[in-house]
């Protein structure tokens, strides 16, 4: 039974994480009485929760039950993609625009994205990732830009599942995340550009990896 005060929350995320690591298969229908009683809740959150997941087009309601979309594997590294080109934008004008406040939010965000990764925790990761990209994206004073990536970089980040689970990889990606907090810090956008592009190239390559691993098991 999922114990937490936000239990749509809980809910949300353990379903999310279900839905993502295929514990739900794509198409399948479910009941919200099925996910209450499988998960030892009320049906009230599990509303709340998969109202969320169709404002997230995870799932769609069709008057049968709850139908199981999901993200297919071509769009997933589609989005990757997407990354690796955008990011190298914003992180030109990152380069140019952050502050030092906000370097020193990112230099915090790293250190404990450190111990989380000695901890082997992998919601705690996931967690630091989003808020080391979401002050870098803002950094960039690019709004047109911001209002692309943060959606792209959430959606890409739910997939982090099957890639920060690997504690090399979660490593790996903290290493990248100071790479680029240096080129910020000397104000470099070329520098800036290199480390972007490479370190979503490289999470775009681990996410590959991880998804022919998962097929074969």
């Not at 353990?14 to 099925?34: A, C, P």
């Not at 709004?143 to 739910?158: D, S, W």
Request: negative net charge; hydrophobic residues 35%.
């Amino acid at each position: 039974m999922i114990k937490n005060t936000s239990l749509a929350d809980q809910v949300y995320e353990q379903l999310e994480r279900g839905i993502i690591l295929g514990d739900y298969e794509q198409g399948s229908i479910v009941t919200e009485k099925e996910i209450a009683e499988k998960l030892g809740v009320s049906r009230t959150p599990v509303r709340e929760a998969l109202n969320r997941l169709e404002h997230d087009n995870m799932i769609e309601e069709t008057g049968k039950g709850t139908k199981i979309i999901g993200i297919s594997e071509k769009d997933i590294i589609t989005i990757y993609r997407l990354r690796e080109m955008l990011d190298g934008m914003c992180a030109i004008d990152a380069a140019n625009n952050i502050t030092d406040e906000e370097l020193k939010q990112l230099s915090d965000i790293l250190d404990y994205a450190d111990f989380c990764v000695t901890k082997q925790d992998p919601d705690k990761i996931r967690e630091c990732d989003n808020n080391f990209h979401e002050i870098l994206y803002r950094s960039s004073r690019n709004q047109v830009l911001y209002n692309i990536l943060i959606p792209l970089h959430k959606k890409a980040a739910r997939y982090r599942w099957l890639t920060i689970s690997d504690p090399s990889r979660a490593q790996l990606s903290t290493q990248e995340h100071r790479q680029i907090l240096e080129a910020l810090s000397n104000h470099d956008p070329k520098a800036t550009e290199i480390a972007m592009v490479s370190h979503a190239s490289r999470a775009r390559q681990a996410m590959e990896r991880a998804q022919k691993q998962s097929q074969v098991k």
